[in-house]
């Protein structure tokens, strides 16, 4: 299960990449959105699955699962919330302000 | 953004009651059952998105007058208070304490700190929400 | 925290206050409030005064970063009271003299005042600190002040010139000196300059010793402006009038020299240090008086003379240096005495240069111009002005009965003392020493006679000048007075102020209990020193009288070859060199610069991990999948798949959004109902987010790049997910510890919460959650102002 959880993050990674190297903003910003699916599965299947109950005591299990990650992902879930909001917006005012969202067109005077 | 669904309205009258309420359990069983005030926050946010989705800014907003981006800010400065809290107090920034009181109607509860914290949190989750999906509605 | 520290924190304190002042008292120059400032210290560091060196000196200590060695140590001994009064004292009278010299309706004071406290509390800080690494924060302050103050009127063009310029070479020059004081804490293992004198004699021989001591002169040369890096104090007279008296001649450029004096306990035993000094310091003062001669703007001119006489001050402590000198310990009273005329050097000239500076000033304001060239004839039209110029002027020359004399002999008799008890060329030294001295007379009658003598051109004058208001006058009406006072009566400071200061310039010359001999006397006899101011007088007279016929000297030196010309080609081939460099690589595209990032990311852990050879794959562990896990893994993989092909930006959101659904499904096969419920709710909203934006989303058009575009992003992208993946695998083979979750388990007893990752998020780890939700709150804001200030500049249009 973890073998086949850390590829399915590998095709993630690859996808989320090639989409962030890509020249429209939509795409960019959908890579992001994959890129953090990608970081989160992988970090629940580096630290072994299914090997305990939920993290609530009172469960009628002998092992927890470890809560770290899990805090660590829900930290991480909230902040790519932020993120993909801001880069959306950012990417949207930037295409009705400049009327482009080719980025090799956004790039800047060499001389600025 | 306005349209007119009868059907969603009136379904949405009703569902936003239910979730909200949910959401508010679930902020404050985050404690001992899955929940919190990043969930919490999150459901009252998209509880009020369906308000919005049914009927259009105006309305709601005259129906709720908030300023969404003070929720937002106080909640900030609510979690940060808590940490001031026990410093002043002499313990390290942040920490939280926690009692077990009976109280009338509840009997037995556990009051803690942390739910303070995480109110804190569930509101800045609330206001920072609003104030992103309120300013991309509003823009025309 | 003692009266000490607030003494040094007051000024900063007091910045926060004063542009509430100038902002709502408007009535009042805003000069008068902080000129309590200054004032009150120079009260309670009077208080201090006479210091008796025999008793210890005043330590207070406040430990700020214990484990690196570094606290907040204040030291007040006599060299510290010396400076701390010229400091306060002088910061007095600018401050004075600025209300009447700043306009209340024009200039930005608010500014103004704001710089020049927080100059002031970091000169503070630096006379007083003990420790070397506090003494360099205060060091670099004055430094970013001093660019602040310079560049204050910065729509002209020369103040930013001047200001980068000084700021370039001070803070290049403080930057060696924080290596030389590393290195220094490297030899002695403290960061405590008195704790570093007390083992001076063990330290000496250390292989760095030399290389830290070059490092740490080169800091002091660069703020002091010596020989060749004064370029930049000239530069620097673009400042209004009241810096340049307070800044550029009374206090900040002796922070060099006090770095010197401080240290010279340590370094001053060598022979290295005694040469560089006191060849630097005589470079110097002929290089600058000979310069001064040339200029026809009077601050130009008061500018050299300052580098000048900053030379004759460095190159007297280099003298006084060889007193702790082994081979001269027969006559180590007598260099010391060197010593002791660097430091009334040091007092007499923050006490005419400021004056000098502030007549200057009030020429300028009064009559319009600076130029030598223009004015002439005002002594009778500006007589106080007039008298107050021959005061400073004189004193500067070294005339009695002005204060300058008294410390000018003493010059020249240090340099006597090094001829007559060295060998070698030293005799060269008195030569150099009365050249220079000579062409120091020389502008000094430049500057008192051209321009009050002469005929007077109205007509080439901006203003009808006449004599300054009081108010402007009072400040360098003291500092004449005090000219003369200490003339008659030089032992007013010798033992109270002045032996301090060499007592803690040289701690262990004496034998505990005894006092320097330091009664200074105008009167010696006939001797050499006053042979030499003799011929000064004549030559200097002689010299100023023809001085059409030998000006022409100064044409003859090449224009291209100038230090000015080195540094301006200096600077602007580095920003040429640096724009090319940076222009091979910073393309503007982002493309590009996240291409750098994955390339290198693949190649440092692909390539160590390789290397290290820690790739190893160990899948025995693997708990088992179930059909419907796998099913729901390839729905992720097609649907990620899904969207690169994809060409509607609807289906493509509708992709991102399903895998996040998908993913929340995972996390509660995962155990993590927390997770679950948040990736639900946190999709559904961003769902709804991308939808909101659609309608102004840009189209997703076929990509039209070519081949070679695509084919490197696609290895790009093949070798990021092949590392993540492979690092991945090979993590679960390797368990090196245990996991900390067990600690966490105890929630319920430590944080009474059954919840294990809600205890987390609030209770332990309470602080991540904290900055997170600030990180969130920060996005929403910077959301609403993407969109909002859009809107309000539009209904602006």
Known sequence: METFITIIAGVLFTIGTYLILSKGLVRIILGISLFTHGVHLLLMAVNGLKKGGAPLLGEATDVYTDPLPQALILTSIVISFALTAFSLVLGYRTYVELGTDDLEQLKGDPNE | ?140 | MSWLHFAVLSPFLFTLIVPLLNKNIRRIHTGWFVLAIPLLLFIYFLGHFPLDPAVAPVVHSLPWIPSLGIHFTLYLDGLALLLLLIITGIGTLVVLYSIYYMSMEREALHNFYVYLLIFMGAMLGIVLSDNLLVLYGFWEMTSVSSFLLIAYWYQRSKSRYGAQKSMLITVSGGFSMLFGFILLHKIAGTFSIREIIAMSGDIADHALFIPAMLLILLGAFTKSAQFPFHIWLPDAMEAPTPISAYLHSATMVKAGVYLVARLTPIFGGNMEWFWIITIFGLITLFWGSFMAIRQNDLKALLAYSTISQLGLIMSLLGIGSAALNANFSDQALLFSGAALAAVFHLFNHSIFKGCLFMVIGILDHETGTRDIRKLGGLMSIMPISFTLTVIGGLSMAGLPPFSGFLSKEMFFTGVLTAARNMDQWVFLLPAVAWVASILTFVYCLILVFKTFTGPYQPQRLDKTPHEAPVGMLISPGILAVLVVVFFFFPNLLSLSLLEPALHSIMPNLLPPGERFDVSISAWHGFNTELIMTIGIILLGTMLYIYLKNWSGIYDTLPRKYTLNNAYDKGLTGMERMSLKFTSTYMTGFLHNYLSYIFVVMICLTAGTLLGQGVFTIDLSTNSSIELYEFMLGISVVIAAVYIVFSRSRMTSIIAVGSIGYMVSLFFVIFRAPDLALTQLVVETITTALFLLCFYYLPKMKKELSRLRFKISNLLISLGVGITLTLIGLSVQGHNLFDSIARYFENSYELAGAKNIVNSLLVDFRAFDTMLEIVVLFTAGIAVYNLIKLRENRRNNR
């Open chain 2, 1 to 140: 953004m306005k349209f007119t669904d009868v059907i969603l309205q009136t379904s949405t009258k009703i569902l936003v009651f239910i979730i909200l309420t949910f959401s508010i359990y679930v902020m404050f069983a985050g404690h001992n059952n899955p929940g919190g005030g990043f969930i919490g926050g999150l459901i009252t946010a998209s509880a009020l998105i369906l308000l919005y989705i049914a009927f259009d800014v105006k309305t709601v907003h005259e129906i709720i007058p908030i300023d969404f981006k003070l929720i937002g800010a106080a909640g900030v400065l609510i979690s940060l208070l808590t940490g001031i809290g026990s410093l002043a107090l002499g313990y390290p920034f942040l920490s939280q304490a926690f009692a077990y009181r009976d109280l009338p109607l509840f009997g037995k509860t556990e009051l803690a700190t942390a739910v303070i914290f995480d109110l804190g949190v569930y509101m800045a989750v609330v206001g920072t929400t609003m104030t992103i999906i309120l300013s991309i509605g509003e823009d025309e």
